[in-house]
Every structure is written in C-alpha cells, then in structure tokens.
C-alpha cells in the first residue's frame, strides 16, 4: 500500500513540475485540482457506504493492513465486500460524472460555437475518470491486502 501511495505522489509532483512555467503554481494547482469532481466522487460513493452500513467494515479493512490487527473470518468478509462495493461505487460514480459532463458540453454546442475549445472541455470531463484511476490503484491492494488475510486466517483452522 505504501509503494502505491508513493508511486501515486511521483507521478503528481511529476506532472506539477513538467506543467510548472515561472510562477504558476496556483495554475498548476488549479489544473490538476478540481474541486468540484471530487466532491461529485464523494458524493456518489460515501454515502453509499453509509446507507448499507459498510463505513465500520470498510474501516476494519483498512485496520487489517496491520499484522497485529485480529477480528473474527465473518468480519473480514464483510470487509472484503466493503471495499469491492466502494470500488464498484467509485467506478460507476465516475462513469455517471464523465458521462453527464459530456451531455453538458454536447448540448451547449451549437451550429456557430468555437469548435477549438472542445479539445478541452472534452479533457476536463475526462478528469472523473482520471481521479477515480488514481482511487482504484489505492483500494485494489487494500483488497488483495484483506483477501489474502481471510485466506491465512482460514488455514490456520
């Protein structure tokens, strides 16, 4: 997990210091940043959590990333099937965001709009996909992480 997240930190301060041209950098932020997305992705994943009372079980797996962490077989299954949920959520809330980002740029085309400002307004609707990657590449091992401890747990029985 910790080799992802620094893996996922390279690559921003990558791409901040490539875009970085003189004093820019709240344009770096700005461009990389984009509030509102995240918050359309919170939206469309946690309180999904919430409402079929997975955020403690969602919780329990992120504890099982420590070795000295202990709860029973039934817990760590209902951890598993926390974070495939908030995965499948995530996905899907960032497919319905893109998607309804789209909708928006082609209905306000009209016959005399400025076809060069499509290229991009077609990126920045890209950009839900784009975070929920980045939110994927954390959770896919916090998954493989709980798996593996259901599997030890049930060969020590």
Known sequence: MLLELLAL???VCFCVIVNIGGDQWSFVFMKLLDAPTWLMIA???LPALLICRMWKDF????KLQKKSYTCSLNEMK???YAVEFLRKSLLWGGVIITLL???NIFFNLSGDCDWWAL???LSVAEFPLIY???LEFLLLPLEVVVK??????MEEE
């Open 9 to 11: 930190v390279f690559v």
């Open 43 to 45: 939206v469309s994943a």
């Open 59 to 62: 919780i329990r797996a992120v």
């Open 78 to 80: 209902k951890a598993q």
């Open 101 to 103: 980002g789209l909708m």
């Open 119 to 121: 290229g991009p307004c």
């Open 132 to 134: 929920v990657a980045m």
């Open 148 to 153: 593996r401890r259901i599997s030890e747990f």
